[in-house]
């Protein structure tokens, strides 16, 4: 028998980790350590550790290409508390063959696609 195992988060380099940590508590991210340079976030089961790096040399069009996925049950609703927030959107909510879903990026350019109902 193999010894199972979790995905329990994941940890990304970001410019400035408070102005990180505000932008993911938009979306429910509790803060769960802020410690100098790094700050840990949780959602569920799952966190993000942000950790603080000079991305100046680093090119971002593949801080596009690395996307969350997220879900929740009502994506309009979502949409317009999110939108009055001051959270950015490409555009509203829109329907796929696949699910109902919209994007957004986070301060580095990293990408948080919500779709509507839960995944898996």
């Not at 049950?73 to 109902?100: I, T, Y």
């Not at 919209?102 to 990408?111: E, Q, V």
Request: charged share 25%.
């Amino acid at each position: 028998m193999t010894e199972p195992i979790r995905f329990d988060g994941i940890s990304l380099p970001v410019s400035d980790v408070d102005r990180s940590v505000a932008f993911y508590q938009q979306f429910g991210y509790e803060l769960q350590i802020r410690h100098d340079d790094f700050a840990l976030l949780r959602l569920g089961e799952g966190t993000i550790g942000l950790l603080k790096m000079d991305l100046s040399r680093w090119p971002s069009a593949p801080r596009g290409a690395i996307h969350f996925e997220l879900s929740t049950e009502n994506l309009d609703a979502l949409f317009e508390q999110l939108e009055a927030q001051g959270v950015h959107f490409a555009s509203p909510p829109v329907d796929r063959p696949w699910e109902r879903q919209m994007f957004t990026n986070d301060p580095d350019g990293y990408r948080l696609e919500i779709a509507q109902g839960r995944r898996g």
